[in-house]
């Protein structure tokens, strides 16, 4: 299902005119599996997104996200265990309703692609966290030009790295996403990706303290990409993304779990367009072990009632700490490359 296609639904309901307090909905799912339908709430007249299933296959405890731009109302319709709920996502900003058609478009084909009723809630709960986190995004004007520097660089590390050490499955599944602490881990070995320019005297900055204190984890690792800004070559953030989907297009589980951490970053397709600049070439990767007196901060190391810091170290500083890539498959490929 596009966004288009749930547009469309929208003005068709809009144009009915009617006026009756409550949803009013069409379906747009196939199948007797699920039952999702796109609506229009009146008086309000904000559009939205109803799903329809069985309360067992809820999970108690569920936690419901709401996000920039929408808000998550659950309404039972049967009550009882073996009743019937409805979970409706309701647009709140008029401004976001493109964005948020998209939310819809993509949160309605990866459910209907599951099998069950309780397949179907697990990946529409993942799918809408993901989605929370776009939103923000979004809210904020987008994709900054650092954010999408850090992300492309991530994607090549995975590509150019990781899936030569890890198969293409595990080095998705190793991929933490924007809001860990580390942009990959694996058996409690930590690997961070920074970005920076390729040229002149390059720094990369660090957001959290304990970002780089190696005690917090079995080994660290810091991968630095330098990147230069093209014209015609190298690539963008939709092309290195199509490439990353193609390779995992045979493992479903990474499949998911690529598309999830993508929106969780901020990139949706229905974006993509307004992302062909910048084109982007990364230039030879420099891979540090973070040990020892590696330029950076740790907890320990700060004054008594530091609780935060962002800070920016020069590339060149960590010279002393460069390691090879085998000494990354010895740590953080360990159960394939033997013990470390």
């Not at 419901?64 to 039972?76: A, H, I, L, M, Q």
């Not at 709960?125 to 995004?137: C, D, E, N, S, V």
């Amino acid at each position: 299902m596009t966004p288009d296609t749930v547009e469309d639904t929208w003005r068709t309901i809009e144009a009915e005119g009617r006026t009756e307090r409550g949803w009013h909905v069409r379906k747009v799912s196939d199948g007797p599996v699920h039952e999702l339908q796109a609506g229009r709430r009146m008086p309000s007249g904000s559009v939205g997104l109803l799903y329809e299933l069985d309360a067992s296959a809820v999970p108690s405890g569920t936690e419901w996200p709401d996000g920039k731009g929408f808000r998550t109302k659950v309404e039972t319709l049967v009550p009882g265990s073996t009743g019937r709920i409805r979970v409706a996502l309701e647009l709140t900003v008029p401004q976001y309703r493109e964005v948020f058609g998209a939310l819809c478009g993509d949160i309605s084909e990866v459910v209907m692609a599951t099998k069950t009723s309780r397949a179907g809630f697990s990946t529409f709960l993942r799918r809408l966290h993901a989605w929370q986190k776009f939103m923000q995004i979004h809210a904020d004007r987008g994709l900054s030009n650092e954010k999408i520097r850090g992300l492309f660089a991530e994607l090549h590390v995975i590509e150019a790295m990781l899936m030569p050490m890890l198969g293409e499955a595990e080095a998705i599944s190793v991929w933490q996403g924007p809001h860990a602490l580390h942009d990959f881990d694996r058996n409690g070995h930590a690997l961070e990706v920074k970005s920076g320019a390729a040229t002149g005297d390059p720094v990369f900055h660090v957001s959290r303290l304990d970002q780089l204190d190696e005690t917090t984890v079995r080994s660290l690792h810091l991968a630095f990409v330098p990147l230069t800004e093209v014209t015609g070559r190298g690539s963008n953030l939709p092309e290195i993304v199509a490439r990353l989907r193609a390779r995992v297009k045979s493992y479903p589980g990474a499949e998911q779990r690529l598309e999830d951490l993508l929106v969780g970053s901020g990139y949706h397709e229905s974006q993509a367009s307004l992302l062909a600049e910048p084109r982007l070439v990364a230039r030879d990767m420099l891979l540090h072990r973070v040990e020892g007196n590696f330029p950076r901060l740790r907890r320990d190391s700060v004054a008594a009632g530091i609780v935060s810091g962002r800070y920016a170290v020069r590339v060149a500083s960590c010279s002393d700490w460069l390691a090879v890539t085998d000494d990354l498959a010895r740590t953080f490929g360990e159960d394939l490359h033997g013990a470390a």
